[in-house]
């Protein structure tokens, strides 16, 4: 039993295995530029995968990650120089997890695009408040100097993305992730089955909060700078979808393929055709939606499928 | 008896699945026409695909001479082909008056409306007493009421079944057949699927048995109901 | 509290509210027939400025007379983007099974381009003109001209918009598909027919906000967004699909920008906003006007 | 011979690029000038130029990907800013890892002095504490008694806010009669505005950025709000306020201290005949300035030292450099020779009309608004 | 004791009353049957004892606790599954999948995967629906997806299972089948059942005791041979045509 269940988990854990190898393998030998690009790609993977442990499951489409993010940061840089850096990361963790329980306690009764939209104005709530908060104290965006370097960051950064990929995995098939997956297809007869809807969707919110914090906390460290505005940005939010949507599944390697996607997409183009890089990206979503809207994972199980016959 | 529908060849389904094959019957005006079947052998995915909702993969339908394989389904409802759908799709927003108002949408159905939605009221008084209620709090029974006589409001020519009978209180449902012959009796053309199979063939003129997405058998309806193979696999006798 | 009662709020108050339940309107008729997230639908807007910009400075055309050409050009526009891009995606149940997904992502990514295209051919640089700007005084309230055509000409336009789907056919089968498609397909409603009027008039209402816009105020590519996200504040603040309550919607929002802010202090202004639309749906779930679903 | 390779990132789409759009076009305008020039002149040797230009969409977090790209993998030999304070900020610590000397234009904050000097300059005058001390001086020499403050909850205008207030009570001679905050994305000012017109002071200031700044100017015309002492005080400088508000705009004070009109400054004239030739429009008179102002900077310790950092540095960090704003040197990251000054709209033109020692005009009253 | 007991229980939609001074009691091991017209109340009677509504007034009581105050969950978890009338599997799931779901959380929950899996699986084979274990349940007929709601339903190990209409949509041969398959169930999982149908004639067969409701209220209860005699119900239910 105990072996036919490791075996179930192969995949998965070699593929992980592979990952994190290619990541060592990056901050030693490569170049700041390349890190950099790593540093991007393991960040929106952390964040796309903590989301889908959520919005992919629950099919509650959420548009909070901004504020999650967000508050990591501003924890990071309200404790900056007065908290060790590390303890602030988990800190900031933690703040943005308790944050999404109290927002999630009143927001999760909401569904549908209700619930698209309510998290939204949540996030702008809390960022408004941040705004109001930073002017109350006087102060008009803070300096962060002296943070660590880029390979510092960037191993963090892949222990973030290796959490929330592991903790996804686990979730989708867990009796918690189980319940979450009915709530998607039907509440009313998840509930008739006993699945305590409620607790369900708020302890997955909240959980799946702490990554984006965490994730907030360690790309405060690499701007060097906070202005409420910026750090609680809905873009943040948007790219999220944006990738999870583009990757398509709920399952590990959707978010993963759709970060890979839009990363490279993004390194290839805003350097060549800077002036046009956007109209193309815009074009390309739309294709992509249009011939391919099961995402790419969807896409490559569909032709996997047909090969197969 | 001209026929008013023919269907032939006619394949369907859904995505790479395919439902119905090489299924080909007609339906002569002014007559009830049954298909019997059991439980997945495809009469829901035909009557869908004569009304429309869902598109043909090969083969042909005629109504009253006319070609409509490819005729999109309002069209349909214009030339006079109605279905009152498995499932009822109502209008959940929609009170039981407005829905009646909406049932005579098409331009066919404008004329008389109002006389109309007044003997739906005749027919189903449960109706009338929720006149003002959303559709969407209906009880199912009561929904399925509605759902039939929104069909009614179309001024259909042929009225395409899907059950009707579904999920109602006896008594409804013996007024329900009862309806429907009168409704043929007025000159609209009716095409029944039902899994009260012995009630449907008693007003039935002709009936065919689906199974498995294709037509096994066909005769007259008092012919099926003595058939032993009916008896046995319908009726449960 | 002389000022919670001047003439002056209340006009001001209702000017923003004309405004915003136009840009409203158009994109819950969009969203309530085919369940389209139109996140593009603030571009729409913009276009409509720019339209009656250059047409203003470069050939002398009137605004007044854009508010036939820019709703038009939009229309036109609509109809194009429907037939191009959602057809497709409304008639295939694969692509139709997560239509609010993949609306989002569609109209995002045209929402980029238009942004992007705009701010490649005119720049980004900020434009306006001016044009019927004199102070207008009645009574003790005073407004420029241009602001009280926007008033009038948004109020209208809404009205007619809502007696039009109150009261006529075309009304009703938009409500019905909202609902429910296949029986609305059922009872001989031409859905492709419904669906590109719905997007030629929600998007001549956005390009027609958008004139009006660029009368009141300076207009760049990147106008959009906020007007987007008001809207959808307030179709969800009224209840989607409702248009009536995108009315009420609008008005709740435009008193909780001016009297709110009255009351309390302009910096709470969003806070506020915000604060007043998050307490409406954990109130009201679905939103001040729309239903509930019950299981049977 | 080899191109000399300069790279900058600014902001051309999403919701700053309008702003940068003044900055980007000086940047542009100087692009063609070495190219008419056939290059520019690197330590006594004249070499042509090529550009690496990116998009940073608004995101200051692109900043620092983007400046570290221009370092590492386009080599660059020299960069330009980027648009705004806050994108400033967020390259300080690559210029820092590299040691990659950069002249700042358009960032204000007395958050620059927290910067450990060495690889990036700040040329501005208009920061906070000095605009605040400035500007009550100014007030109080225009008679000014009775101060209604509007003020946005942005990190520029609150920080000015910050060294405003005490000022004005350390002078004692102001009652401040209203004293708001206003959240950005706000819609309509008309209760700020009406309980500024029941005040009835003798100075408004505006604390706002530009969609703000218009929307508050509108609403003061249509309440007609007649004060004689206005401040706006960010906006105003670009030019299609003027396009807006027309003769409106006179009397109008505003933050900057670069005008065409000096003739202290032999360069600025040139600049401002060169700019308005390109673009048909006059500059921005901060941003468009700023952004030139750093470029000659720029341009001038090459001539003299060439590429190398270490050297270029030092130029930098030492030496008095002419510009169109008259002679800048840097003590500090701080530009410490321009003084503090503010612009008025007189007939169209902004003038300096503060401190006494450069002024152009002589300050006005800001006549009633033409509601017609 | 009985098992499951409603008291006076009352539910009204603003002013409208669905159910009116309802009392049943249910006991141990039981079929119950219950009819009545169109919008009698059948339904929602099964939504309050389900909790899917809270009523408006009365108390309801299943093996000793009071539950007319619990949310859905809570009272399945208790071991009360039903079934809708209008269905709602989870379409986006397999057959199997919409059983594991239920085997992890109801009453008898099985907090381990595998063993969810292996459970469902046994009951999907006693419901004749292995065949189609993989397939999503939005391919299922109508048909199909009542028996799934009833898998469902037996998947989260309930002592007392409300059906409702599970048989409509079926011919008579199909219905005799069903039958048997609900005797089965009821045996071999050692339910107690209360069964809303149409079908007469399967009420009949299934049934000890028939409860009759008309207009939300009470119209009578009894063995079946009575029911279908007592002149109350034949004019408010058969219809003239009652044989
Ligand atoms: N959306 C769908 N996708 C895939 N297969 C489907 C779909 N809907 C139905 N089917 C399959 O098509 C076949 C025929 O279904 P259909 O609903 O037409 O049967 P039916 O005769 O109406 O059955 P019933 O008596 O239960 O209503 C079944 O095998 C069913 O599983
Ligand atoms: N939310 C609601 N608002 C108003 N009336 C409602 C609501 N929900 C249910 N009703 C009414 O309550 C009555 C009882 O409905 P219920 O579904 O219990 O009937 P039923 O006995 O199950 O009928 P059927 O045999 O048709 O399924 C119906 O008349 C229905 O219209
Ligand atoms: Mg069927
Ligand atoms: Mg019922």
């Known amino acids: 039993m105990k072996r036919a269940e490791t075996r179930r988990h192969l995949p998965f854990i070699s593929g992980l295995v592979a990952a994190v190898a290619a990541g060592a393998m990056l901050v030693t030998w490569g170049d700041e530029y390349a890190v950099g690009v790593g540093l991007t790609l393991v960040m929106w993977i952390a964040l796309v995968q903590s989301w889908a442990a959520f919005s992919g499951l629950s099919g509650y489409i959420s548009l909070g990650h901004a504020v999650f993010y967000g508050v990591g940061a501003y924890v990071m840089v309200a404790g900056w120089q007065t908290l060790p850096i590390w303890l602030s990361v988990v800190a900031a963790g933690l703040a943005a997890g308790a944050v999404a329980l109290l927002l999630g306690w009143p927001s999760l009764r909401v569904r549908g695009p209700y619930f698209v939209i309510l998290t939204f104005g949540l996030a702008e709530f809390v960022k408004y408040i941040v705004v109001s908060i930073e002017a109350a104290l006087g102060r008009n965006g803070r300096l962060l100097i002296g943070a660590p370097g880029l390979r510092e960051l960037f191993v963090a950064m892949l222990f973030l993305a290796v959490l929330s990929t592991t903790g996804l995995y686990a979730l989708r098939r867990s009796r918690l992730g189980t319940g979450l997956i009915a709530i998607r297809e039907d509440e009313i007869a998840a509930e008739a089955v006993g699945v305590n809807t409620a607790r369900t969707k708020l302890v997955i919110f909240g959980l799946s909060a702490i990554v984006p914090g965490m994730v907030g906390a360690l790309m405060s460290l690499r701007f060097t700078y906070f202005e409420p505005m910026q750090s609680f940005s809905p873009v943040t939010s948007f790219t999220i979808v944006t990738i999870a949507v583009l990757g398509g599944s709920d399952d590990v390697p959707g978010p993963l393929l759709g970060t890979v996607f839009l990363v490279a997409l993004s390194e290839l183009l805003w350097a060549r055709a800077p002036e046009l890089y956007m109209i193309i990206l815009g074009v390309l979503l739309v294709g992509f939606v249009l011939f391919a809207p099961e995402g790419i994972y969807g896409k490559l199980r569909s032709w996997g499928r047909g090969g197969a016959r | 008896m001209t026929e008013l529908l023919s269907v032939r060849d006619l394949d369907a389904g859904y995505g790479p699945v395919q439902v119905l094959k090489h299924v080909g019957f007609s339906v002569s005006e002014h007559s009830i026409t049954a298909v019997i079947g059991s439980n997945g052998a495809g009469k829901t995915t035909m009557m869908r695909t004569v009304a429309g909702l869902l598109s043909a993969s090969s083969g042909q339908i005629s109504f009253a001479g006319k070609d409509v394989t490819l005729t999109p389904t309002h069209l349909r409802v214009a030339e006079g082909i109605v279905l009152i759908p498995e499932g009822r799709l109502v209008f959940p927003d929609f009170t039981v008056e407005e829905t009646l108002r909406i049932g005579a949408y098409s331009s066919r159905a404008h004329a008389g409306a109002d006389a109309r939605a007044a003997e739906m009221y005749e027919l189903f008084p449960r109706l009338r007493e929720r006149r003002n209620v959303r559709a969407g709090s209906l009880s199912g029974g009561e929904q399925q009421m509605l759902a039939i006589a929104r069909g009614l409001m179309a001024a259909p020519r042929l009225l395409l079944l899907d059950e009707p009978s579904l999920g109602l209180a006896p008594s409804t449902a013996q007024m329900l057949f009862e309806t429907i012959v009168e409704v043929r009796r007025r000159g609209i053309t009716i095409c029944l699927v039902e899994q009260d199979v012995h009630s449907t063939l008693e007003i039935a003129d002709y009936a065919y048995v689906l199974e498995d997405g294709a037509i096994v058998a066909d005769g007259l309806a008092n012919e099926m109901l003595g058939s032993a193979q009916v008896r046995e696999s319908y009726l449960g006798l | ?296 | 011979e080899d191109p000399i390779k300069i790279g900058y990132a600014i902001s051309k789409t999403g919701p700053f690029a309008p702003a940068a759009q003044t900055q980007l076009n000086a940047y542009q305008l100087w692009a063609d000038k070495v190219a008419a020039d056939g290059g520019i002149d690197v330590g006594g040797v004249k070499r042509p130029v090529q550009f690496v230009v990116y998009d940073d969409q608004s995101d200051f977090g692109k900043a620092p990907a983007i400046y570290e790209k221009l370092i590492t993998s386009d080599k660059v030999d020299l960069l330009l800013a980027p648009w705004g304070t806050p994108f400033h900020f967020s390259i300080v610590g690559i210029l820092e890892k590299y040691h990659f000397p950069v002249v700042g234009n358009s960032a204000a904050s007395t958050t620059i002095r927290d910067v450990k000097p060495g690889n990036i300059w700040f040329t501005t005058s208009a920061i906070p504490d000095h605009l605040a001390s400035e500007l009550v001086k100014m007030m109080k020499s225009a008679g000014v008694k009775t101060v209604a403050i509007n003020t946005l909850q942005l990190p520029f205008s609150q920080e000015f806010k910050k060294y405003l207030m005490p000022a004005i009570e350390k002078d004692g001679g102001f009652k401040v009669v209203v004293n708001e905050e206003y959240a950005p994305d706000t819609k309509d000012m008309t209760a700020t505005l009406t309980k500024i017109k029941q005040a009835a002071p003798d100075a408004i200031l505006s604390l706002s950025y530009p969609p703000d700044s218009v929307l508050f100017m509108k609403q003061e015309r249509e309440l007609g709000i007649n004060a004689p002492f206005q401040l706006v005080l960010i906006g105003p400088t670009d030019h299609f306020f003027s396009k807006i508000f027309g003769s409106n705009l006179d009397g109008t004070i505003t933050m900057g201290h670069w005008s065409p009109a000096q003739a202290k400054w032999p360069k600025a004239k040139p600049f401002y005949d060169a700019y308005f030739k390109k673009f048909n429009e006059p500059p921005d008179y901060l941003d468009s300035a700023l952004a030139w102002m750093s470029i000659e900077v720029l341009e001038q310790a090459v001539k003299k030292v060439g590429l190398d950092k270490d050297k270029l540095r030092q130029e930098i960090a030492s030496d008095t450099f002419d510009t169109i704003n008259g002679p800048v040197k840097f003590n500090g990251v701080e530009n410490v020779t321009t003084p503090t000054m503010y612009l008025q709209f007189q007939k169209g033109e902004a003038q300096i009309i503060w401190p006494a020692s450069e002024e152009t005009a002589k300050m006005i009253k800001k006549p009633a608004w033409s509601q017609n | 004791m009985s098992l499951l007991r409603l008291d006076d229980v009352s539910k009204s939609y603003g002013g409208v009353s669905a159910i009116r001074n309802f009392s049943l009691h249910v006991e141990e091991g039981e079929i119950v049957g219950l009819m009545g017209a169109n919008g009698a109340g059948k339904t929602t009677a099964f939504s309050l004892i389900a909790g899917t509504q809270p009523v408006t007034n009365g108390e309801i009581w299943f093996a000793g606790a009071r539950i007319d105050q619990m949310s859905a969950y809570q009272i399945n978890r208790l071991g009360i599954a039903r079934t809708f009338q209008i269905v709602r599997p989870f379409v986006g799931l397999t057959v199997l999948e919409n059983l594991v779901v239920a085997a992890m959380h109801g009453h008898q929950a099985e907090p381990a995967r595998a063993a969810a899996e292996a459970r469902s699986f046994a009951i999907l084979q006693e419901l004749g629906l292995a065949r189609q274990a993989d397939h999503l349940a939005g391919t299922l007929t109508l048909a199909g997806r009542k028996r799934l709601e009833i898998a469902r339903a037996i998947a989260t190990g309930p002592r007392l299972l409300l059906l409702d209409e599970v048989l409509a949509g079926l011919t008579a041969t199909e219905v005799a089948a069903a039958l048997d398959m609900i005797r089965h169930v009821h045996q071999r999982y050692h339910l107690t059942l209360i069964v809303i149908e149409h079908v007469m004639r399967a009420l009949m067969k299934l049934c000890s005791r028939i409860v009759v409701l008309h207009h939300g209220e009470k119209l009578a209860e009894g063995a079946p041979n009575d029911i279908v005699v007592d002149q109350r119900v034949i004019s408010a239910y058969f219809g003239k045509r009652a044989s």
């Open chain 3, 1 to 296: 509290m002389s000022v919670l009662l001047s003439g002056q709020l209340l006009a001001a108050a209702l000017a923003l509210a004309s405004l915003y339940a136009l840009v409203a309107m158009g994109l819950n008729l969009v969203y309530g027939t085919m369940r389209l997230l139109n996140i593009a639908h603030g571009e729409f807007v913009m276009l409509g400025g720019y339209v009656t910009y250059w047409s203003f400075t470069h050939l002398g055309i009137s605004p007044l007379l854009s508010m036939l050409i820019a709703p038009a050009l939009g229309a036109c526009l609509g109809m194009l983007i429907y037939l191009v891009l959602f057809r497709r995606l409304l008639r295939s149940p694969k692509l139709a099974a997560r239509v609010e997904a993949n609306s989002l992502l569609i109209f995002f990514g045209v929402s980029v381009i238009f942004q992007n295209v705009m701010a490649l051919l005119f720049t980004s640089t900020q434009r306006g003109y001016v044009y019927l700007d004199q102070v207008i005084n009645i009574g003790n309230v005073a407004m420029t001209a241009n602001r009280l055509i926007l008033f009038g000409v948004a109020s209208s336009a809404c009205l007619l918009c809502l007696a039009f789907f109150r009261y006529t056919r075309a009304g009703s089968a938009v409500r019905a598909v909202i609902q429910q498609r296949d029986a609305s397909a059922l009872v001989g409603i031409d859905i492709d027919r419904l669906n590109i009027m719905v997007f030629a008039l929600g998007f001549a209402l956005a390009a027609l906000a958008g004139v009006l816009v660029s009368m009141v105020q300076e207009i760049t590519p990147f106008i959009g967004f906020p007007f987007t996200i008001s809207a959808f504040v307030i179709i969800t603040l009224g209840g989607l699909g409702n248009l009536f309550g995108s009315l009420l919607g609008a008005l709740l929002l435009a008193a909780v920008e001016v009297y709110g802010t009255a009351i309390i202090s302009s910096s709470f202004r969003s806070i506020l906003v915000y604060g007043v639309f998050i307490a409406v749906l954990l109130v009201k779930p679905e939103g001040l006007l729309g239903r509930a679903v019950v299981a049977r």
